[in-house]
């Protein structure tokens, strides 16, 4: 477990926005415990930027609902990390403040968009640390960084105060060094909040168990088909070998809809991106505007210099997608994949009590590498299903290729996080024993 650690603003991997030297309380389950907040995630006193020059000094004046329960918790907010602007990329490099390096190789992405969350935790600047998954954006950087990352059940954390990017897909969820620590913080934050509309009052209070004698675990044949790369799946397929030596058994299994997930997934998250991100105009969030232009010319010039290409490029997708004579085209449709999507994993699950497979395709590419749009889009493949289908799913380490970490990914049913996170669990107690 994690024990009171003095933070360090030795930050070589750029993972933290703004740093803050902060007194924990005497008392509470993380007592002095330094925790990291990304940088979307309202901190009030503190500033909050997602990642992006239009809400630069930015300062909130209430706390998320998660951040009040870190403090009573008595845990010490040390900062904000660094991450993709607005959520929107894989690897931080979209950032308005300039990447965040990946601790495992410095040449090399982190993953995105939680990057300064994981670098933070991999780097042993903090030992825990909160993120948000819109499509695997916990998940991706916990594999890269090669530290544990979950995402939980879509309405098991409140999303109250978080700067919404796509609002039915996105989930605050914990990260840390260890399965155990990150059981430790889940069960901090996952309490019920009436001002999130999308919660239900399903409190975690777990401690994690490495029994999974009799497990079903499901293995789909698409997590490890073209795309990729044979080594990961590979380290992946002996990983999951470690869970069958622990009395698991494993079950082919199959979600077809896969092959509809990203495009479903980009059609989705851009119109709720495109309506969310509409309030950042100069009048109500953003830099005041030019008076002495038409309010139309003054709109677009402020969205213009202050939004990253990546946000223009996802909302005038979006604003496409949502558009008269093409919402039944494209949004409805998306709509439709992404419940068939959900009824392959609810089916899938019937049969089995687990999922695993890897976590991202290939291993942390380097910095720069992916300038094509739709190279970078196609590295989510793995882990969009799951916001799609709103289930539980963490990534943990589970070995190395060229050096670089490797991450398994376990799903399970809705509202179930503690078996995957015992399954986490069970794993990690093995590999390191």
Not at 43 to 51: D, E, F, H, Y
Not at 291 to 320: C, N
Not at 344 to 357: H, N, P, Q, Y
């Amino acid at each position: 477990m994690a024990g009171t650690l003095h933070f360090s603003p030795d930050d070589r991997c750029n993972a933290f926005i703004t740093t803050r030297k902060e007194a924990p309380f005497s008392d509470g389950t993380l007592a002095g415990v330094a925790v990291a907040v990304k940088d979307n995630i309202s901190t009030a006193g503190i500033q909050t930027t997602c990642g992006s020059r239009i809400l630069k000094g930015y300062v909130p004046p209430y706390d998320a609902h998660v951040v009040g329960l870190l403090r009573q918790a008595g845990a010490a907010i040390v900062g904000k990390t660094n991450m993709d602007e607005f959520g929107m990329g894989s690897t931080t490099e979209t950032s308005a403040f300039g990447p965040t390096r990946n601790p495992a190789d410095p040449s090399r992405v982190p993953g995105g968009s939680s990057g300064g969350s994981a670098a933070a935790i991999a780097a042993g600047l903090v030992p825990m640390a909160l993120g948000t998954d819109t499509g695997g954006s916990i998940r991706c950087p916990a594999a890269f960084c090669g530290i544990v990352g979950l995402k939980p059940t879509y309405g098991r954390v409140s999303r109250y105060g978080l700067i919404a990017y796509a609002n039915s897909l996105e989930q605050i969820g914990p990260m840390a060094r260890t399965v155990e620590d990150v059981s430790r913080l889940m069960s901090v934050i996952a309490k019920y909040d009436p001002r999130d509309s999308t919660m239900l009052d399903r409190p975690y209070d777990h401690r994690p168990s490495a029994d999974i004698a009799g497990l079903r675990v499901g293995v789909p044949e698409e997590y490890f088909g073209e795309g990729v790369d044979p080594r990961v799946a590979e380290t992946v397929q002996n990983a999951i070998g470690v869970l069958e030596g622990l009395g698991a058994s494993t079950v082919p299994v199959s979600i077809p809809g896969m092959r509809y997930a990203l495009a479903a997934y980009y059609v989705i998250c851009t119109s709720e991106a495109s309506s969310n991100l509409a309030r950042f105009d100069g009048v109500r969030y953003g830099p005041a505007v030019d008076t002495r232009k038409s309010w139309h010319e003054a709109y677009q010039d402020l969205r213009q210099e202050l939004f990253g290409p990546e946000v223009r490029r996802r909302i005038m997708l979006g604003t496409f997608a949502l558009s008269a004579g093409y919402a039944g085209r494209y949004y409805a449709k998306a709509q439709v994949a992404r419940r068939n999507i959900s009824q392959d994993f609810e089916r899938a699950l019937r049969e089995v009590d687990i999922i695993a497979g890897p976590t991202m395709p290939t291993v942390a590419f380097r910095l720069g590498e992916k300038t094509d749009p739709l190279s970078m889009y196609l590295s989510d493949i793995l882990t969009v299903p799951a916001n799609l289908a709103g289930i539980p799913a963490i990534s943990v380490p589970c070995g190395r290729v060229d050096s670089l970490p490797v991450g398994l990914q376990l799903m399970g049913r809705q509202f179930e996080d503690e078996r995957v996170v015992d399954v986490a669990y069970a794993y990690e107690q093995e590999v390191k024993a």
